[in-house]
């Protein structure tokens, strides 16, 4: 079992930055193919970033390509996603997850089988 426990999500207003951040519990966190999704209310949740387990390849969705950054320290069993240009749609409870999947299919909350609790990002117009 993979626990992941997500940190950093606050209130920011257009345009603005923030910096999320997962924690995992086990020291096998670098055998795992990582990512962040979110789910604004109403609406399903939708896949933001991914990264291969070992941190060579990532994946974005459109809405985040250019904005957010995804990246991981092995060696602290850490994931972040850094999202600048904050816009009001990016509003949403953000989840970090982690697949036995290390490199394919990082786009689909299907393959994953950990989830952290989620932190709410929200945007201010």
């Known amino acids: 079992q993979v626990q992941l426990v997500e940190s950093g999500g606050g209130l920011v207003q257009a345009g603005g930055s923030l910096r999320l951040s997962c924690a995992a519990s086990?020291?096998?966190?670098?055998?795992?193919?990582m990512g962040w999704f979110r789910q604004a209310p109403g609406k399903e949740r939708e896949f933001v970033a991914a990264m291969s387990s070992s941190g060579d390849s990532t994946y974005y969705a459109d809405s985040a390509k250019g904005r957010f950054t995804i990246s991981r320290d092995n060696a602290k069993n850490t994931v972040d996603l850094e999202m600048n240009s904050l816009k009001p749609e990016d509003t949403a409870v953000y989840y970090c997850?982690?697949?036995?999947?290390?490199?394919?299919?990082?786009?689909?909350?299907?393959?994953?089988?950990?989830w952290g609790q989620g932190t709410q990002v929200t945007v201010s117009s």
């Open positions: 086990r020291s096998t966190f670098s055998t795992y193919g």
């Open positions: 997850a982690g697949s036995s999947f290390q490199r394919t299919g990082l786009a689909y909350s299907g393959n994953y089988d950990y």
